[in-house]
């Protein structure tokens, strides 16, 4: 058996900073303060500043972001808000959590985002918002989607998780007036050795929402104005994070390379489809997602484990087939066959390039097979 090739292996980037890790991390243990203390104030002005934004809000996880945005843009019982079917739970969870319900609107087919043209038939006097997913590192329309809801009137919250330092019209992601929820799980391109997440917002009465509802919705010591959360980012993260955003735009280049050349390898091959860029974009690729055509993907992902190779399904179950929500508009046909046909293959900045080719030789050996 070869030695095998993870999905994604963290050491090479924990080992080229250790020393500025330890460094931050032993300054906050001496502080004494862990909780929204100068790491995270820092971090919040150098995000704001990378991404080009008012505010940027740090809190304790992705999730926290999607519901603390949802409910800053005034998203509550009784509202509709559509969204993509096919995405990580959190995102429906998060609307359903804030008492609103996900109408789930079908992708495109060639980046998996959601599509601005399957969003606008389903627009009622109940819909409030738009939440697209900037899905696998790619960025959705924004174009498209931000000219619909300034038309209907809807709020707009980005489903960032995946996609940190992505560009669209020379901007990057999570500049929206609405806002934009990141996370910082530490598979994420920028990723914490923990929980955590950011919301992003252009609106000062977004931002002091969710500084608000992040810590109990307290106002002042034992005055509370709201039901909020614990929900805010800790010191040892946010110095964590400080580090590593100085590297997010070399570590996105090397992914962008990684990228090319799986492409310019697999573009080839038959019987699968290689991911596309936006002409007015640029793919971080957080995954490196193909379509196995032909029924054939089940019986490639067993042939790539069996030579070493790990891959993974993002995501087999799209959201409206899950039970927990109410059921959608039927079917979803591009969310359904995306669900059928992807497979994720390793990705990583300091991917071996010689790993690259392994991968991509055991991806034709297992179609061979698989005929």
Not at 48 to 56: I, M, Q, S
Not at 157 to 172: H, P, Y
Request: with cysteine.
């Amino acid at each position: 058996m070869p030695t095998t090739i993870p999905m994604l292996d963290l050491s090479a980037q924990i080992d080229a900073h250790f020393d500025e890790f330890q460094a931050a991390l032993s300054n906050v243990l001496r502080s004494g303060r862990f909780i929204l203390g100068p790491e995270v104030e820092a971090f919040e002005r150098e995000c704001a500043e990378y991404l080009g934004v008012a505010h940027a809000i740090g809190l304790a996880s992705g999730t926290d972001a999607l519901v603390i945005g949802l409910r800053g843009l005034g998203v509550g019982p009784g509202d509709e808000v559509i969204t993509s079917p096919f995405t990580f739970f959190a995102t429906g969870e998060a609307i359903r959590s804030v008492g609103a319900t996900p109408i789930f609107a079908d992708i495109e087919p060639d980046t998996f985002c959601l599509s601005a043209a399957s969003v606008e038939p389903l627009i009622t006097p109940r819909t409030r918002a738009i939440v697209p997913v900037h899905l696998f590192g790619h960025a959705a329309d924004l174009a498209a989607l931000e000219r619909l809801a300034q038309a209907r009137g809807l709020a707009m919250l980005e489903d960032a998780a995946q996609a940190f330092g992505s560009v669209t019209r020379a901007r990057k992601i999570g500049a929206s007036a609405g806002g934009a929820a990141f996370s910082f799980f530490p598979s994420k391109n920028l990723g914490a050795f923990g929980d955590g997440g950011l919301l992003t917002t252009q609106s000062d009465e977004v931002a002091k929402t969710a500084r608000l509802l992040r810590a109990h919705g307290q106002v002042d010591r034992y005055r509370h104005a709201a039901l909020g959360y614990t929900a805010r980012l800790d010191e040892l993260q946010a110095a964590v994070l400080r580090i590593k955003l100085r590297h997010i735009d070399r570590w996105n280049a090397q992914r962008r390379a990684v990228a090319a050349l799986y492409t310019e390898r697999l573009s080839r091959v038959s019987g699968i489809v290689t991911p596309i860029e936006r002409a007015a974009g640029e793919h971080v690729y957080h995954q490196y997602t193909l379509r196995v055509l032909d029924d054939r993907r089940d019986a490639l992902q067993k042939s790539l484990q069996e030579d070493g190779v790990t891959s993974v399904v993002y995501y087999p179950v799209p959201l409206h087939q899950i039970p927990l929500f109410e059921k959608g508009p039927g079917k979803l046909p591009e969310a359904d066959r995306a669900a059928r046909e992807v497979l994720s293959l390793p990705i990583w900045p300091e991917l071996d390039h010689t790993h690259v080719h392994r991968v991509c030789d055991a991806i034709e050996r297992g179609l061979k097979a698989a005929r």
